[in-house]
Each structure stands twice: as structure tokens, then as C-alpha cells.
């Protein structure tokens, strides 16, 4: 499955954005769908991730009530909601993908990525 995020850009803090992920390939039915960032100077960790079939939600704490991950598998595409939103959010934003097997937060137990996509929120 390819990858591919969108929607990233440039906010002022208490905005909003709404990133996309769009795959194609296999069938992305099959696939969880998670989002990780990357800020400047630090390791990728973990944002959200969505199930393939039940659309299972899990959040990484500083997002919940903030961000919200959903999925249209007729458009194949994920997306993530992030409401306001802190200069600490700033980071590239990358969706990855793995056959599902349960919720992991762990960037390595995904072996399908997106580049990225660029998310500064300015104080």
C-alpha cells in the first residue's frame, strides 16, 4: 500500500487543521492506519491510529478531546481532525499503515509510510 499525507500548513494556536491520508495499492480495508509526527531535534511518536474493520480509535494523551482520526474506506483515505491546536503540535506530521493486528503505538510495528506533512502552529 502507498501513502500518501496532505493537508498540513501553517496555523496560530487555538486553530485548526485537517490532514489526509490517501492510499492506494492493496486493499486498504485491511489496513490500520496510524499518525505519528516528528518535531525538530526528537524521536517520531505516536499522535492516533484507527482499526480497519471496527474503526477502534486510540489517542496519544495530549491530543484526546483535541484531535479526532476517522476513515473513509470508500475513498480510502484516513483523516485527522486537530482542533486547537499548541506550538508544541508543531511537527511533521507522517500516516503509516500495517495489516491489522490490534492497537500499537509503535512506529516499527508499521511497515507502510507516508513522506510527511509539514504542520507549524505559531504562538
Known amino acids: 500500500v502507498q501513502l500518501q499525507a496532505s493537508g498540513g500548513g501553517l496555523v496560530q494556536t487555538g486553530g485548526y487543521l485537517r490532514l489526509s491520508c490517501a492510499a492506494s495499492?492493496?486493499?486498504?480495508?485491511?489496513?490500520?492506519i496510524g499518525w505519528f509526527r516528528q518535531a525538530p531535534g526528537k524521536e517520531r511518536e505516536f499522535v492516533a491510529t484507527i482499526t480497519q474493520s471496527s474503526g477502534r480509535t486510540y489517542y496519544e494523551d495530549s491530543v484526546k478531546g483535541r484531535f479526532t482520526i476517522s476513515r473513509d474506506n470508500a475513498k480510502n483515505t484516513v483523516y485527522l481532525q486537530m482542533n486547537s491546536l499548541k506550538p508544541e503540535d508543531t511537527a511533521v506530521y507522517f500516516c503509516?499503515?500495517?495489516?491489522?493486528?490490534?492497537?500499537?503505538?509503535?512506529?516499527?510495528?508499521?511497515?507502510?509510510w507516508g513522506q510527511g506533512t509539514l504542520v507549524t502552529v505559531s504562538s
Open positions: 503509516a499503515a500495517r495489516p491489522t493486528f490490534g492497537i500499537t503505538t509503535k512506529p516499527d510495528d508499521y511497515g507502510y
Open positions: 495499492g492493496r486493499t486498504f480495508s485491511s489496513y490500520d
